[in-house]
Nanobody, 121 residues
Framework: QVQLVESGGGLVQTGGSLRLSCAAS????????TGWFRQAPGKEREFVASIIWTSTYYGDSVKGRFTISRDNARATVYLQMNSLKPEDTAVYYC????????????????WGQGTQVTVSS
């Protein structure tokens, strides 16, 4: 059974930083695109970032502030979030798929349960 388990969410002040982790139980993890989405209350799910090998994509709202990375040996993807703003408040979900285009439009095969990030003003 495939599992994506997120961790690292929490409460942080504006301008602060958090690092999210997504641990995957996927065979051939290195061949999967893995990324992050977020969903705030009353809003649609939003693409945040994705990575396969060294190829990365970012949503416009996080470019220059968030950095995605991965450790294939640990089957883990990280999202370093700096200069956090109140509008970054959301539940952050990890997603993984063999098709990067499908993942980035929110149709990923595998999803985690999410971790809450709250940025106070």
């Amino acid at each position: 059974q495939v599992q994506l388990v997120e961790s690292g969410g929490g409460l942080v002040q504006t301008g602060g930083s958090l690092r999210l982790s997504c641990a995957a139980s996927l065979l051939s993890f290195s061949s999967y695109v893995t990324g992050w989405f977020r969903q705030a209350p009353g809003k649609e799910r939003e693409f945040v970032a994705s990575i396969i090998w060294t190829s990365t994509y970012y949503g416009d709202s996080v470019k220059g502030r968030f950095t995605i990375s991965r450790d294939n040996a640990r089957a883990t993807v990280y999202l370093q979030m700096n200069s956090l703003k109140p509008e970054d408040t959301a539940v952050y979900y990890c997603a993984s798929d063999r098709d990067g285009a499908r993942l980035r439009v929110g149709r990923s095969e595998y999803w985690g349960q999410g971790t809450q990030v709250t940025v106070s003003s």
